[in-house]
């Protein structure tokens, strides 16, 4: 799919789960290194539960999303990897 929509100056990012996964985790990182694609490990992300919206929705399939503190954090982690390929 990475390759219907990229072009040969596409820096491609592949990152970890959200939700703990070692097989799609596996997946994403063997993506990445045999295509010269940068990973973006999600594992500090995961560690700190204020990045899942847990308590904030009475639905737990929902309150287990990011957070908007998770989401900014996803952003960061996304920012860091662009200054280290540009």
């Known amino acids: ?22 097989v799609k985790e596996e997946i994403h990182k063997k993506v990445a ?4 694609y940068t990973y973006v490990p999600f594992e500090s992300y995961r560690s700190n539960t204020k990045n899942y919206a847990l308590g904030l929705f009475e639905n737990v399939g929902v309150a287990g999303h990011p957070s908007d503190l998770g989401m900014q954090t996803i952003g960061q982690l ?9």
């Open 1 to 22: 799919m990475i390759n219907l929509f990229k072009s040969q100056k596409t820096k491609v990012i592949i990152t970890g789960t959200v939700w703990e996964d070692p």
């Open 33 to 36: 290194l045999e295509n010269g």
């Open 78 to 86: 996304l920012y860091k990897s662009t200054i280290e390929i540009y």
